[in-house]
């Protein structure tokens, strides 16, 4: 829902996904959204994830034909009006066995790993940015979630997530969510890194035999929350779903 002053326009939208099976019956799941604000081309947020999870696709189904988890990919909509297309696709797939979610938003040529709060996943993000070190990949892994992206809704519903550091130019920092985010800013080596990265993690997660994962329940959502000190956050927004 949309509100303009004094009246609400109501709309209808579509994720899309691309679903490439695996036996366990867990799901490895890499999303970026892309819809964009209207002001601009959308270039870099979110036509950098975009772009880059098509490719991702791709190497999946080209290269991974030993996973053992299921690996899918998806396209959410409605990122910028309140993370509409992660929080219907969380609705939908309540049921899922979801053993992590990759989310990439703005992203440029990695530097490094973000575990979101997930101590069990340090040992096995540490080795894989070891093994990328052609990447230049830092193996400080961070481990602080952050809100405003399309992985919250997981993890308020306990699904534990990665993001990734990234490098983008000064010029596409300051430009997003305004006139200036326009196609001649994307860098085809950024897109061409994070794709070849981002492929790697999900063929290394999906062939995993036991990373430790585990849904949270709804009362340890609520104290790995505040133990990251994001429930003011989420009060402020709205968000908070708990009481």
């Not at 290394?204 to 990251?228: A, D, I, P, W, Y």
Request: net charge negative.
């Amino acid at each position: 829902y949309i509100a303009t002053h004094s009246h609400c326009a109501e709309l209808e939208s579509a994720n899309a996904v691309a679903t490439f099976p695996g036996p366990s019956g867990r799901k490895i799941v890499i999303g970026a959204h892309f819809d964009s604000w209207d002001v601009s081309q959308g270039a870099i947020d979110n036509g950098l994830g975009t772009a880059v999870l098509f490719e991702v696709a791709r190497l999946v189904h080209r290269f991974v034909p030993d996973r053992k988890h299921t690996i899918e990919c998806v396209w959410f909509n409605g990122e910028e009006l309140g993370l509409w297309g992660a929080k219907k696709y969380v609705e939908k797939h309540a049921s899922d066995d979801i053993a992590v979610v990759i989310n990439m938003d703005m992203i440029g040529t990695p530097t490094g790993f973000n575990a979101m709060g997930n101590d069990t996943l340090l040992p096995f993000l540490r080795a894989l940015a070891r093994d990328l070190n052609g990447f230049g990949m830092s193996t400080e892994i961070g481990n602080q979630p952050w809100t405003n992206s399309d992985h919250m809704p997981f993890i308020m519903n306990g699904i534990p997530t990665i993001t990734l550091y990234a490098r983008l130019d000064e010029a596409m920092g300051r430009t997003y969510h305004d006139f200036p985010d326009t196609f001649d800013k994307v860098s085809k080596r950024y897109l061409s890194d994070a794709a070849a990265v981002v492929g790697v993690l999900a063929a290394e997660l999906s062939r995993s035999e036991n990373l430790g994962l585990r849904r949270r329940t709804r009362e340890q959502t609520v104290s790995f929350l505040r133990k990251f000190r994001l429930e003011d956050i989420l009060r402020r927004e709205g968000e908070w779903i708990f009481e």
